[in-house]
């Protein structure tokens, strides 16, 4: 059997749950994913320029929690040229094109700043 009990409220963990329930995150994740965007289109290889210049990102706010994707709109053929860059690809001729991984070290410290600033924001709540 388990037993639990305790004395005084929970005023203050309530209080400080619903301000941080009410607390507008979007001023704080639009800036990231502005920042993303920028990010991407600059560490994007170029050639032409247009895969570099179709970054975009949507803020989805869900019930617990939000989501930002960065999407990319360049297609050739109907397949994303980001994912062609970043994985690799076999050619007409029979060859393979290396990828190269230029997301993840370009977005590593957006995703680092993000979490610091959202933490701070919790914390001084």
């Given at each position: 059997?388990?037993?639990?009990r ?28 502005m920042?993303?965007?920028?990010v991407?289109?600059s560490?994007t290889?170029?050639?032409s320029?247009q ?12 019930r ?8 990319n709109?360049h ?15 076999g ?9 190269r991984?230029?997301?993840?070290p ?9 979490a ?8 001084s709540?």
């Amino acid at each position: 059997m388990i037993t639990f009990r305790h004395r005084g409220s929970f005023d203050r963990s309530q209080r400080f749950l619903g301000r941080m329930w009410n607390k507008n995150y979007q001023p704080i994740l639009q800036k990231y994913a502005m920042e993303g965007t920028r990010v991407l289109s600059s560490a994007t290889p170029r050639d032409s320029g247009q895969t570099a210049n179709s970054w975009d990102y949507e803020i989805i706010t869900k019930r617990n929690g939000f989501i930002i994707n960065w999407t990319n709109s360049h297609l050739v053929e109907g397949i994303p040229v980001v994912i062609l860059l970043q994985y690799g690809h076999g050619t007409k001729s029979g060859t393979f094109v290396e990828g190269r991984d230029f997301i993840n070290p370009a977005m590593r410290p957006i995703f680092d700043q993000l979490a610091e600033n959202l933490w701070k924001e919790v914390t001084s709540l």
